[in-house]
């Protein structure tokens, strides 16, 4: 006679199976609540900004830009102002807003009193020959700052040179890139997020939005 096999024990299978589900909800539901929690806490502190005046921030961008544009060694003097962006000469400030970055940086709010200031300038018709040595001597000089190199690339057949470098945690950045088709060289550099003394609730912003710089040249004479 043939021996009969046993059937399965479905019951146990069934809490056994029950059981392990249940574990492994249990722990995807607490991975979950740590990666909340930890992009929470990655998030907060996010606006703590200091307190500094809009035309404060103004100078210690312009001269960032400045200190820039002695070591690459121009000579010419920038008027406050720019006629056509990308083509002609440029000296401008600019204000942005300031964000409090969200749970994981989703559905970003801006911090109100919060800016960021930032100085743009630009040259037209600059050579090689000025531009080259200028952009690797720069490169040395903040290198040697203590500024981070985030990005150097020396072009080569016809394409741009540029430099991007950063310090504080990222949130003062400088970049210089030069087009050796058209001869233009750009420079820029970004201050962190600041909170302005003087804002009050219901005050338009972004603050000191409306600055302007005084003319770039040469701080040292020869």
């Known amino acids: 006679m043939s021996e009969e096999t046993a059937p399965p024990n479905t019951t146990n299978t069934a809490r056994v199976f029950g059981c392990g589900c249940a574990a492994l909800l249990a722990v995807l539901v607490g991975v979950v609540l740590v990666v909340v929690v930890l992009l929470a806490s990655g998030s907060s502190g996010s606006t703590d900004f200091p307190r500094v005046a809009p035309e404060e921030m103004a100078s210690r961008a312009f001269q960032r830009s400045q200190e820039a544009y002695d070591v690459v060694g121009f000579k010419r003097r920038v008027e406050p102002g ?58 040395r000089h903040l290198k040697g700052n203590g500024w981070k190199v985030t990005s150097y690339r020396e072009g080569a057949k016809g ?42 609730d219901g005050d338009p912003g972004p603050a000191g939005d409306d600055r302007m710089p005084p003319a770039l040249g040469p701080s040292r004479r020869d």
Not at 90 to 111: A, I, P
Not at 113 to 120: L, Q
Not at 174 to 200: I, L, N, R, V
Request: aromatic letters at 12%; hydrophobic letters at 35%.
């Open 82 to 139: 720019v006629e056509h962006v990308g083509v002609s000469t440029e000296n401008t400030l600019d204000s942005g807003f300031c964000y409090d970055g969200g749970l994981s940086g989703m559905d970003d709010k801006t911090v109100d009193g919060a800016y960021s200031m930032s100085h743009s300038w630009a040259l037209d018709h600059v050579p090689a020959s000025q531009a080259v040595p200028g952009l690797r001597r720069l490169h």
């Open 159 to 200: 394409k741009d040179w540029a430099l991007f470098v950063q310090r504080n945690d990222g949130t003062e950045r400088m970049s210089f890139t030069w087009d050796p088709d058209t001869e233009y060289f750009t420079g820029g550099a970004a201050m962190p997020c600041a909170y302005d003394p003087a804002w009050k």
